[in-house]
């Protein structure tokens, strides 16, 4: 499928614990996606990518975790702090997909799908 001039997206990769991938489907949409597991060690690396895009003129952040197989404490840490100051930039943050472990994992964490930011990929 081809692209408009100027979107893009970029993969990283971090050793084979986690990889993160993010594209631009529009000039004010990013989508972050995470492949792997996001523990203590991975968490800030997804943070790393995450808060800058959250602190842009963007209008809508995804962090698709649909690729994650483990969601540790430090990550669900991190997806509630964007959850509570994106509203504060005009931002929608989104968190979409995820395996069974990691819905356990936002449940237990005190999230789960009926928050609107919440989402099925």
Do not use: N
Request: net charge negative; no cysteine.
């Amino acid at each position: 499928m081809p692209t408009s001039p100027g979107l893009h997206s970029e993969t990283i990769e971090f050793e084979s614990a986690l990889r993160l991938r993010l594209s631009y489907p529009s000039h004010d949409v990013v989508v972050l996606t995470a492949t792997g597991e996001i523990d203590t060690a991975t968490a800030p690396r997804v943070a790393a990518l995450l808060w800058p895009r959250l602190l842009t003129k963007l209008s809508t952040v995804v962090l698709d975790l649909s690729g994650v197989t483990f969601l540790g404490v430090a990550g669900l840490e991190l997806i509630t702090a964007a959850l509570a100051y994106a509203p504060h930039r005009d931002v929608e943050f989104i968190v979409a997909g995820g395996s069974t472990a990691v819905e356990r994992a936002l449940r237990a964490g005190g999230l789960d799908r009926s928050s609107p930011a919440l989402r099925t990929a």
